[in-house]
């Protein structure tokens, strides 16, 4: 009977074994991390809503970027904070040189040029009711948001981003950037849709952050229902199709199958987005024991790239660089 058993422990039975015959192993170059970035000269302070992480601009926000370089973290997500004042109807901050995306990316590029700078491509954090785009009837309008989609990613590119990355989840926006990019002599910057975002309550302390929470019911007339497989890949398809370099699926965590399914069918690269709610959740369940955090930071981190994803945009990413070594 024993001579029949085909022993597959003999492959899991020491750690020298284990680390041998590994899969995956995680680097610091599948890292993304996010950064939010205010106007103003030298700001530097903490955003409660998401442990650890701050606010900044000028010298800090150099320090950092080079912090992040130095644990050989090749690219930065820029978000915004915007104060309330500088928000109105149709966000048109988003389009506004000298915003504060824009202001960091120029200090950036000119500073830590190393570092890849992708900058998140939305207009709920500059309109004054926090919805995505722009409002008609009391609905957000699909091609007029376009349009300020259009002029912000072309602000974003003259500021010298690497990498644009719309998130409204708008029919056609990967399309219009494209084209905007082409004509506007930025062939070389590159789109990073968020191609499946589904409508998820895991972004809850995100939008605390950045002050643009206009409420579930809104954001569920455009981001994806979360039982949606087949939408999700369609989406993903039509944005690979308008030229998408690589895309985003958020959250990962509870899109391992998305993230799946995809690195079957595209060859883009695929980013998960380890969201703030994920991030949140596993702070707090491992307040007291800095192992258990450790230990299911690298697991989660690990499972999303187990499912295909090639790059993890996460909060945790200079924590699991400075653990990985250079
Ligand atoms: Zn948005």
Do not use: W
């Not at 644990?71 to 997500?77: E, H, M, T």
């Not at 299911?296 to 981190?301: A, C, F, G, P, S």
């Amino acid at each position: 009977m024993s001579e029949r058993i085909r022993r597959l422990r003999r492959l899991r039975r020491t750690e020298t074994v284990r680390r041998m015959v590994r899969e995956i192993d995680l680097r610091p170059d599948d890292f993304i991390l996010p950064l939010f970035v205010a106007g103003g000269r030298n700001v530097d302070h903490p955003l409660p809503a998401i442990p650890g992480m701050r606010v900044l601009s000028g010298e800090p926000l150099i320090e950092e970027a080079k912090r992040v370089r130095d644990l050989g973290i090749p690219a930065l997500l820029l978000f915004p904070i915007v104060a309330p004042e500088d928000k109105d109807e149709s966000g048109s901050g988003a389009c506004r040189q000298g915003g504060a995306v824009q202001e960091a990316t120029v200090l950036l590029k000119k500073q830590v040029p190393e570092i890849l700078v992708i900058t998140d491509l939305c207009l709920c954090e500059y309109t004054s009711h926090s919805h995505c785009g722009v409002l008609k009837n009391g609905e957000i309008d699909n091609d007029l948001s376009l349009e300020m989609i259009r002029q912000a990613a072309l602000c974003q590119a003259e500021a010298g981003a690497d990498v644009v990355a719309p998130s409204g989840m708008m029919d056609g926006s990967v399309a219009v950037i494209r084209a905007a990019l082409d004509e506007g002599g930025h062939s070389s910057v590159m789109t990073m849709p968020y191609s499946a975002k589904f409508a998820s309550r895991l972004y809850g302390p995100f939008k605390t952050a950045t002050n643009s929470a206009p409420g579930e019911s809104k954001h569920a007339t455009h981001q994806l229902d979360i039982a949606n497989r087949r939408q999700a890949l369609e989406k993903i398809s039509q944005d690979v199709e308008q030229g998408a370099d690589m895309i985003i699926v958020k959250p990962d965590l509870t899109s391992l199958d998305i993230i799946a399914a995809a690195r079957e069918r595209f060859s883009v690269p695929i980013a998960g987005y380890n969201v703030s709610g994920i991030y949140n959740l596993v702070c707090a369940a491992t307040a007291d024991n800095q192992c258990e955090r450790v230990g299911l930071m690298m697991e989660i981190l690990t499972c999303v790239r187990r499912a295909g994803a090639d790059l993890i945009i996460t909060y945790f990413a200079k924590e699991a660089a400075r653990l990985l070594g250079r």
